[in-house]
C-alpha cells in the first residue's frame, strides 16, 4: 500500500507538447494525499482497534474456558 509521503512526492515526467498541466496534476495530487491520508490513518487506526479487540476476546474466552471447568468439577 502506498503511503500518503510516496503520493506526495510521486514525480511526473513532463513533455513540451500535450503534456499534463503541470499545476492540475499537483492540485489533484495534493487532494488524493489528503483524502487518502485520512483513509491510511483511519485503516491503520481499524486494525489497531481489531487487534486489540481479539486480544480481549481471547482473554475472556480463557475466563470462560476457566469458569466452565470449575463447573464441570
Do not use: W
Not at 6 to 15: L, M
Not at 47 to 53: G, H
Request: net charge negative.
Amino acid at each position: 500500500m502506498l503511503t500518503p509521503l510516496e503520493i506526495e512526492n510521486k514525480k511526473f515526467s513532463k513533455q513540451m507538447m500535450n503534456g499534463y498541466n503541470v499545476d492540475e496534476v499537483d492540485e489533484f495530487l495534493d487532494i488524493l494525499t489528503a483524502d487518502y491520508e485520512k483513509m491510511y490513518k483511519e485503516n491503520t487506526e481499524s486494525r489497531d482497534k481489531i487487534e486489540n479487540l481479539n486480544k480481549d476476546l481471547e482473554h475472556y474466552k480463557n475466563i470462560e474456558m476457566k469458569c466452565t471447568k470449575i463447573q464441570g468439577k
